[in-house]
């Protein structure tokens, strides 16, 4: 969004939306060519118990049939843009460095979900008479915090396990006792 | 009604509002939170509240929510929500003349205005939409649906309708996998169990709007100067009188944004901004973009009246206005309210309880926000590489809470990874949302409308007329659509020829 003195541009929820380089746009349409067609093939291949008009594949039939030729029409404009001199591969004030920690926290949140999947435990235990429970979710958590934290701020290591462990027992105490929502990790 | 209102000011009520309210004026003044993130972020906490604690929960996380963005807009020249642009345009220089905390007590003066004049006016004419909208049926139904992922693709993605179409589209492909509703045959499910009940729209929404938020900010470097004092806060009532039609027009035209899906608080308090310096006085216009009360009072208005518009179309037709309402509409659904032409049939007195539920929200929203700014300034001092990856977990947990499945952590998760994906090609993700929530209703409907029309002509189905007039609406949007983009590709190729290209 831009306000100028005589023009102000409007832009939607999505500020970043509109024009990529060429090259992805290609890629995006090579994307959704390939899921339109998989999703044509699946919606003909469900069965059809009623008649035509009430078949279960009609409506994804039709959205994968516009999807494709949206696709198209994205490739074209992709095309019609490199021909009129936009570069193919615009750098758009890309930061690599950037993209390569967006990785790390990509892959960071992936172990971590993994982690709670696999390592599901879960322990009860008493706090005087209050019942409490001790799953997979409070350790996994707090490593994972941990790690994610001195990886993206490098702080003094006792201040990222102290502020880790905190919220996690926080989170824990406010799921599993205010709104009685069991947490995962557990089973 | 009386019982209505009763039910609402019990101290739980009360405290659930307030608590929505805080924690939404909090996450919207952080930078980088968006109202919807905290709207999708929260539904996993509303999941274990009561239905009536829950509705006045995600209403007091929006109303705080869209405030929210004006603090650090204001004190540190970072919108923390995509609506308050403007806000931070005008309020930073008042801030940096050292009214900073004049230009927040206006800012909160203006929100409470909007808040009240989207209410009223939302009171004034769901009656005269629910009237009109109970002669719709399923072949009306299937065009609104349409129109709803439509026009929110036409609005989210600025110059290129394509793209946004497109993301609608995805988001109907994303909610297509399950059992269909009519035959019950599994479909797109590929043998697996877990696919059997569908994609969870809340993890989709939470993936989309919280986890990828993170994946594209938490790498990128901030540097925030912090101010030492605010000032100031209560703005003098001479100040607050004088820019009173202002703030009503403003508020009018939020709410009127408000209620065309996909647009959203951005865009009605960007217009009023704009509609604002073309009718303001000389004296006052030669302030706009230098530091004008006048400009921020239009801004806020409409992006806090923008709420009550935003709810017209989700109460009355079940179609979102913006995707903060889908993801009040998603918290609705989990506690088995269904929005839409037969709310006041379905729920009686629940539209009545919405009602008075936005009023104490939009009071406590008043009250709060000037209690609060302290403590968000305080909390501006924390640093991205600390504040981000503490939402993980919540993240984690609200896609979790909704069917207890670690399989809706890891849809939450790929949601996450295709938003991340989205915003690197360029794609809007709000039309997704859309897309996730209305293709049950334009699926279930198309194929009731087409088994009823089976042996009719087509003069019979050219003589629905409002279903006809909503097909000529859709093909008036793709036309729209379609010219908006051609204007901006010849814009661009007459920008690459001056450049020489």
């Not at chain 1, 996994?140 to 462990?165: D, E, K, Q, Y």
């Not at chain 2, 951005?266 to 004008?292: C, M, Q």
């Not at chain 2, 001092?381 to 809706?408: E, H, N, Q, T, W």
């Not at chain 2, 629905?464 to 051609?486: C, D, P, S």
């Amino acid at each position: 969004m831009q306000a100028g003195d005589d023009k102000v541009v409007f832009e939607g929820e999505d500020g970043n939306a509109g024009y990529a380089s060429p090259a992805l746009d290609l890629i995006a349409t090579a994307f959704l060519l390939a899921l339109s067609v998989t999703v044509l093939v699946a919606s003909l291949r469900l069965p059809v118990p009623g008649g035509l008009t009430t078949a279960p594949g009609l409506l994804p039939f039709l959205t994968a049939l516009s999807l494709a030729g949206m696709a198209v029409l994205l490739g074209i404009s992709a095309i019609m843009r490199q021909r009129e001199g936009t570069p193919m591969w615009e750098a758009q004030g890309r930061d690599i460095r950037e993209d390569g920690r967006s990785i790390i926290i990509v892959v960071a949140v992936a172990i971590y979900i993994a982690g709670l999947q696999a390592l599901a435990f879960q322990y009860y235990f008493n706090i005087g008479s209050i019942p409490m429970v001790l799953s997979a979710f409070e350790p996994v958590t707090i490593v994972a915090l941990s790690a994610i934290i001195h990886i993206f701020w490098r702080g003094p290591l006792w201040i990222t396990a102290l502020v880790s462990t905190g919220w996690t027992l926080t989170l824990s105490l406010v799921f599993q006792k205010v709104f009685n929502i069991p947490l995962p990790g557990g089973f | 009604m009386l019982e209505t209102m009763y039910l609402l000011f019990s101290p739980w009520l009360l405290i659930m509002t307030l608590s929505g309210v805080c924690l939404g004026i909090i996450w919207g003044a952080l930078p980088g939170l968006s109202t919807t993130m905290a709207m999708g972020l929260l539904i996993g906490l509303s999941a274990g509240m009561s239905q009536d604690a829950s509705i006045c929960f995600m209403l007091g996380v929006y109303t705080g929510s869209v405030f929210g963005g004006a603090i650090s807009a204001v004190l540190i020249n970072i919108p923390g929500t995509p609506d308050a642009v403007p806000t931070m345009i005008e309020g930073h220089q008042l801030a940096q003349r050292g009214e900073g905390g004049q230009a927040l007590g206006m800012a909160i003066a203006a929100s409470f205005v909007g808040g009240t004049v989207g209410i009223i006016l939302l009171i004034t004419l769901i009656p005269v939409i629910l009237t009109f909208a109970l002669n719709f049926r399923s072949w009306e139904m299937f065009w609104l649906a349409v129109i709803g992922i439509l026009v929110s693709g036409s609005m989210a993605a600025g110059t290129m309708p394509l793209k946004g179409w497109i993301a609608g589209w995805l988001g109907m492909l994303v909610a297509f996998v399950g059992l269909e509703s009519i035959h019950a045959v599994p479909r797109f499910t590929f043998g697996s169990f877990a696919l059997f009940d569908g994609i969870s729209y809340v993890a989709v929404l939470i993936g989309l709007f919280g986890l990828a938020e993170i994946f594209r900010t938490l790498p990128s470097k901030d540097v925030v100067a912090i101010p030492d004092t605010v000032g100031r806060i209560i703005p003098p009532f001479r100040m607050l009188a004088k820019f009173t039609p202002s703030a009503i027009r403003s508020g009018v035209l939020g709410t009127v944004i408000g209620a065309i899906p996909g647009a959203g608080a951005n865009v009605a308090s960007f217009l009023a901004y704009d509609i604002g310096r073309r009718r303001a006085k000389p004296e006052e216009k030669a302030k706009w973009g230098k530091g004008s009360y006048e400009a921020l009072v239009c801004a806020e208005t409409a992006n806090n009246a923008n709420i009550g518009g935003s709810m017209l179309p989700t109460l009355a037709l079940g179609i979102p206005g913006n995707a903060a309402a889908a993801a009040l509409l998603a918290a609705l659904t989990l506690k088995n309210v269904s929005v839409g032409p037969t709310i006041e049939i379905d729920h009686p007195g629940l539209i009545y309880f919405i009602y008075g539920a936005l009023f104490i929200a939009n009071v406590m929203m008043y009250l709060a926000a000037f209690a609060l700014i302290g403590p968000c300034v305080k909390l501006f001092s924390l640093p991205r590489g600390i504040l981000m990856p503490l939402i993980i977990p919540v993240c984690v947990i609200g896609a979790y809470s909704v069917k207890l499945s670690i399989f809706d952590v890891w849809i939450m998760f790929g949601a996450g990874l295709a938003g991340w994906l989205f915003a690197l090609f360029k794609f809007p993700v709000a039309p997704v949302v859309l897309g996730v929530i209305l293709a049950p209703l334009a699926d279930e409907n198309l194929r009731r409308s087409l088994f009823v029309f089976e042996d009719k002509t087509w003069g019979f189905i050219a003589s629905q007329w409002i279903g006809t007039l909503l097909m000529l609406f859709v093909l008036l949007v793709v036309v729209e659509g379609i010219l908006r983009a051609m204007r901006a590709d010849r814009e661009t190729s007459s920008e690459a020829l001056e450049k020489g290209v």
